[in-house]
């Protein structure tokens, strides 16, 4: 046997049968006023309409909401409660509505990262910040190197390893640090064993892992550690981002910067023997000006420097 109730026989649901919402309108609207007359021009109704509407009301609910004296109309004691009540309930609609219609007028704010960085360290930690600020609609863009700010990009996060525009402003993120990284499980077969006190030595036999985005990483690395950059070419990837890859596949031994590698070596895939160590290079968000203390770019530096740390 079927039913079109839902619910207990006294529920909630079944005994709230509200008046037509229209009706509720043109109610309102002569209770604000105090005037059949007014509320009919205000709503572009006749005042038969209202008048009728009014009605409807009355005979739901069984009570005269108005005191008709003359031409004058006098809410009554139920008449007052309903009106503040409805007077409530549309305000918190009208505020609803308003917001909505706010947010979807808001620009999608547009940031540019660098390939890698938005692959391995801002996508897997944006949902984050859509859960904190879902009234900020974010676009990312791939992208490196120098960039025009304000020509359809709001923002962008890059490293300090080209000169910048005037008048860009920059945000400090996060320093660069860097050292060889592999997978967990080769260490051994590319690392010798440390001896007390000091740091495993890359052994001679293992396969580095270079980039063309970044072909000098080994050198660098090895000037700022004071370490020998390993002797044999290895093989060469044309992004950063495969070279990580590969390094989680075990072909041989990557540079990693810590930011791009954290999650792995956090999850025990990759590991970091000799340690990091900073490069002098650091991350920056850039904007066309000095973003101020509201708004979407305001939320998203704060959130950056949140997860930077």
Same mark, same amino acid.
């Given at each position: 046997?079927?039913?079109?109730?839902?619910?207990?026989?006294?529920? %909630?649901?079944?005994?709230?049968?509200?008046? /037509?919402?229209?009706?509720?309108?043109?109610?309102?609207? #002569?209770?604000?006023?105090?005037?059949?007359?007014?509320?009919?021009? #205000? *709503?572009?109704?006749?005042?038969?309409?209202?008048?009728?509407?009014?009605?409807?009301?009355?005979?739901?609910?069984?009570?005269?909401?108005?005191?008709?004296?003359?031409?004058?109309?006098?809410?009554? &004691?139920?008449?007052?409660?309903?009106?503040?009540?409805?007077? &409530?309930?549309?305000?918190?609609?009208?505020?609803?509505?308003?917001?909505?219609?706010?947010?979807?007028?808001?620009?999608?704010?547009?940031?540019?990262?660098?390939?890698?960085?938005?692959?391995?360290?801002?996508? /897997?930690?944006?949902?984050?910040?859509?859960?904190?600020?879902?009234?900020?609609?974010?676009?990312?863009?791939?992208?490196?190197?120098?960039?025009?700010?304000?020509?359809?990009?709001? *923002?962008?996060?890059?490293?300090?390893?080209?000169?910048?525009?005037?008048?860009?402003?920059?945000?400090?993120?996060?320093? &660069?640090? $860097?050292?060889?990284?592999?997978?967990?499980?080769?260490?051994?077969?590319?690392?010798?064993?440390?001896?007390?006190?000091?740091?495993? %030595?890359?052994?001679?036999?293992?396969?580095?892992?270079?980039?063309?985005?970044?072909?000098?990483?080994?050198?660098?690395?090895?000037?700022?550690?004071?370490?020998?950059?390993?002797?044999?070419?290895?093989?060469?990837?044309?992004?950063?981002?495969?070279?990580? %890859?590969?390094? =989680? #596949?075990? =072909?041989?031994?990557?540079?990693?910067?810590?930011?791009?590698?954290?999650?792995? $070596?956090?999850?025990?895939?990759?590991?970091?023997?000799?340690?990091?160590?900073?490069?002098?290079?650091?991350?920056?968000?850039?904007?066309?000006?000095? =973003?101020?203390?509201?708004? /979407?770019?305001?939320?998203?530096?704060?959130?950056?420097?949140? &997860?930077? $740390?």
């Amino acid at each position: 046997m079927s039913s079109d109730h839902f619910g207990e026989l006294h529920s %909630q649901m079944s005994a709230t049968r509200l008046p /037509p919402l229209a009706a509720l309108r043109c109610f309102e609207a #002569a209770a604000r006023l105090e005037s059949f007359s007014r509320a009919a021009d #205000a *709503l572009h109704l006749t005042h038969g309409a209202i008048s009728r509407a009014v009605r409807l009301i009355e005979d739901e609910l069984g009570v005269a909401l108005f005191e008709r004296r003359s031409r004058r109309v006098f809410l009554t &004691e139920a008449g007052r409660k309903l009106a503040a009540a409805v007077r &409530e309930g549309f305000g918190l609609v009208e505020s609803a509505v308003r917001e909505i219609r706010d947010v979807a007028r808001t620009p999608a704010l547009v940031v540019s990262c660098e390939p890698t960085l938005l692959m391995r360290w801002l996508i /897997p930690r944006l949902p984050d910040f859509q859960a904190r600020h879902p009234e900020v609609s974010i676009h990312l863009v791939a992208g490196g190197g120098p960039v025009s700010l304000g020509r359809g990009i709001d *923002l962008a996060i890059r490293r300090d390893d080209f000169p910048r525009s005037g008048g860009t402003h920059a945000v400090p993120l996060f320093p &660069e640090r $860097i050292g060889p990284v592999c997978r967990t499980d080769k260490i051994a077969l590319f690392f010798n064993e440390a001896e007390a006190g000091s740091l495993p %030595q890359l052994r001679k036999d293992a396969i580095p892992l270079h980039t063309r985005t970044r072909p000098n990483a080994w050198e660098t690395w090895g000037t700022t550690a004071d370490r020998a950059a390993p002797e044999q070419r290895g093989q060469v990837f044309e992004h950063f981002y495969i070279s990580l %890859q590969a390094a =989680i #596949a075990g =072909i041989g031994v990557a540079i990693g910067p810590w930011q791009l590698v954290r999650d792995d $070596i956090d999850n025990g895939i990759l590991a970091a023997p000799c340690g990091f160590i900073e490069d002098g290079t650091a991350y920056h968000l850039l904007s066309p000006s000095a =973003i101020g203390d509201h708004g /979407p770019s305001a939320a998203l530096r704060d959130w950056l420097l949140a &997860e930077s $740390i």
